[in-house]
């Protein structure tokens, strides 16, 4: 099992800043993609950015720009730095966190796919 621990949401200004954080922690696992979504009251959740192994930030047109994701290996952590925020980014933001991890007892690999338990994040006009 793999447990994420989500961080850094709260109230700003529109324009403000916010930094986002997501780490994961457990035991045999490798981890191919970390990403955010978010979703607000009444709408679907969305893909906000994600990034992959040895790849570079991929984002929603709507935050282009203005978002930022990076990874810290070392800390199995992503973070997803929030500038210029609007109040159409008001929502709850979801860590999401893909790969493989050898289960207690198993021989083989399996894939996983864990959620974070969400963090809000308010821009007010």
């Known amino acids: 099992q793999v447990q994420l621990v989500e961080s850094g949401g709260g109230l700003v200004q529109a324009g403000g800043s916010l930094r986002l954080s997501c780490s994961a922690s457990?035991?045999?696992?490798?981890?191919?993609?970390m990403g955010w979504y978010r979703q607000a009251p009444g709408k679907q959740r969305e893909l906000v950015a994600f990034?992959?192994?040895?790849?570079?930030?991929n984002y929603a047109d709507s935050v282009k720009g203005r978002f930022t994701i990076a990874r810290d290996n070392a800390k199995n952590t992503v973070y997803l730095q929030m500038n210029s925020l609007k109040p159409e980014d008001t929502a709850v933001y979801y860590c999401n966190v893909k790969g493989f991890e050898v289960r207690i007892g198993a021989v083989e690999r399996s894939e996983f796919d864990y959620w974070g338990q969400g963090t809000q994040v308010t821009v007010s006009s």
């Open positions: 990034i992959r192994t040895g790849g570079s930030g």
């Open positions: 457990g035991r045999s696992f490798t981890i191919n993609a």
